[in-house]
């Protein structure tokens, strides 16, 4: 059974930054594409930042300049660190495959607010 459990949210000030972890119960997660995405109310859940098996990543438009995503394929666990958060970034996070699967974690709130 495939697990994803995300951790790392919160309540940040515009400007500040936060660092989430995901881990996976994925067997072929070294040779997985990984993931993160977010969904804030009302709208559509979107795709935030990619990490291919060696390591290279992909940014949507919204995180590419603030947000580093990387892996510790040791740990089957991908980080995301986002910087210079602004109150648009409030969502719940959450980590998955890409494509992603049909299982989502509960993700993970943060909300970017003074």
């Known amino acids: 059974q495939v697990q994803f459990v995300e951790s790392g949210g919160g309540l940040v000030q515009p400007g500040g930054s936060l660092r989430l972890s995901c881990v996976a119960s994925?067997?072929?997660?070294?040779?997985?594409?990984m993931a993160w995405y977010r969904q804030a109310p009302g709208k559509q859940r979107e795709l935030v930042a990619v990490?291919?098996?060696?390591?290279?990543?992909h940014y949507g438009d919204s995180a590419r300049g603030r947000f580093t995503c990387s892996r510790d394929n040791a740990k089957n666990t991908i980080y995301l660190q986002m910087n210079s958060l602004k109150p648009d970034d409030t969502a719940v996070y959450y980590c998955?495959?890409?494509?992603?699967?049909?299982?989502w974690g509960q993700g993970t709130q943060v909300t970017v607010s003074s």
């Open positions: 990490i291919f098996p060696g390591g290279s990543t």
């Open positions: 994925l067997n072929i997660f070294r040779i997985s594409t």
């Open positions: 998955n495959t890409q494509p992603p699967r049909d299982v």
